[in-house]
């Protein structure tokens, strides 16, 4: 059970800390079109804009989404589950986590190989005028699926925890997550 709870520890303050520094991403994404915006009415539109919005919002996401897990801002359908009790509900969550890792895992996968053959050639680039490197957007896209799967299996040792022992499962939304544990 320590073992569990210093891993929770770990991984939860990490993508708390990485997703409070990503809520900032935002304002970089409306710098990149508050440019854009600026040199089309100016005449002369950037090449660059469009994909590194992009760029810039998937990191946004991706980056963000073990935060947003770790604080249940999640999408999740409620008909039944709000009924639950927290008991039922962790052994649901940890039940359904497994389905999220199976999607997860396969997503890795994908996005591993993607990555390998943009190195592998080179230098994956763009069909755009601007022609940038794929391989920077490929690799973040990596690692926030590892992050995410690494939150995953946080909540189901939060889950277990909980099922276990009783302890609450989410952190008190004053505190720093790992504290509590």
């Not at 710098?31 to 600026?38: D, E, K, M, Q, R």
């Not at 002369?44 to 935060?67: C, H, K, R």
């Not at 801002?73 to 039940?95: C, E, H, Q, T, W």
């Not at 609450?168 to 997550?177: A, G, I």
Request: proline content about 4%; some cysteine; hydrophobic content about 50%.
């Amino acid at each position: 059970m320590r073992a569990l709870r210093g891993f929770v520890a770990v991984v939860d303050r990490f993508n708390y800390g990485l997703g409070r520094i990503m809520m900032w991403g935002i304002f970089a994404l409306m710098g990149v079109l508050l440019w854009s915006t600026w040199t089309k009415f100016a005449g002369a539109p950037s090449l660059w804009t469009l994909e590194m919005a992009q760029f810039v919002m998937v990191g946004y996401y991706i980056l963000g989404g073990p935060y947003a897990m770790q604080m249940g801002s999640n999408v999740r359908m409620d008909l039944f589950y709000g009924d639950f009790s927290p008991r039922r509900k962790a052994a649901f969550d940890a039940v359904t986590v497994l389905f999220l890792l199976t999607y997860l895992g396969i997503l890795m996968w994908g996005g591993v190989e993607s990555t390998m053959y943009a190195f592998q050639y080179g230098g994956e680039r763009s069909s755009s005028v601007w022609r940038p490197y794929i391989w920077p957007i490929k690799v973040v896209m990596c690692i926030g699926i590892g992050l995410m799967i690494l939150q995953s299996l946080s909540e189901l040792a939060k889950d277990i925890l909980f099922l276990r022992t009783g302890e609450p499962k989410r952190h008190d939304s004053q505190q720093e997550p790992g504290d509590a544990l």
